[in-house]
């Protein structure tokens, strides 16, 4: 795992870099899925498609704007639930990823990714006796997974007085 351009790649492997036709034909297309979003304002799939988009053009507020029109008219769903606390945690709203993955965390409580992403949140928000617990409950649901492992012993560092909570993902990723 690692931190490439602001983003955790757990393959370690970067996104190319959109070059010019790339993003003139992200831009054709998300303005197909604003369309599709302003006939269907209900249908939330629109609204995460094009947050994908913004994200892949690095966009971050755009982004996080579909992402919260998402949320609202998607609400209960994980993968939006995912990627809205994700893009309010690298954007520094680690209390708001908190809310929306606690949320999550209560329609699914099986699912690794929201339990992950909340120990996270809750980690950079400086709950750390809550992010030890969450990644208890990460361990249970994954035993032997290596980050898993070390984002727990990393909570316990925190916990313990022995290292210096993160702020940030960055700072997050290079205490891994």
Not at 25 to 44: D, H, K, M, T, V
């Amino acid at each position: 795992m690692k931190l490439i351009s602001g983003r955790i790649s757990l393959d370690g492997r970067p996104l190319s870099r959109p070059g010019f036709f790339e993003r003139r034909r992200l831009n054709n297309g998300l303005e197909f899925l604003r369309q599709a979003a302003e006939i269907e304002p209900e249908y939330g799939a629109a609204s995460l498609m094009a947050a994908k988009v913004e994200e892949r053009l690095g966009r971050s507020e755009e982004r996080l704007k579909w992402l919260r029109r998402a949320a609202i008219t998607a609400p209960g769903n994980t993968i939006v639930a995912i990627e809205l606390g994700g893009a309010l945690s690298q954007l520094g709203h680690h209390a708001e990823a908190v809310s929306v993955l606690s949320a999550a965390v209560t329609v699914t409580p099986e699912d690794p990714r929201v339990q992950s992403n909340l120990g996270v949140a809750l980690l950079l928000a400086g709950s750390v006796a809550d992010s030890v617990r969450a990644f208890e409950r990460l361990q249970a649901l994954e035993p032997g997974h290596r980050v898993n492992e070390r984002l727990l012993m990393l909570a316990q560092s925190v916990s313990a007085g022995h290292q210096a909570r993160p702020n940030s993902e960055a700072e997050l990723i290079a205490s891994l």
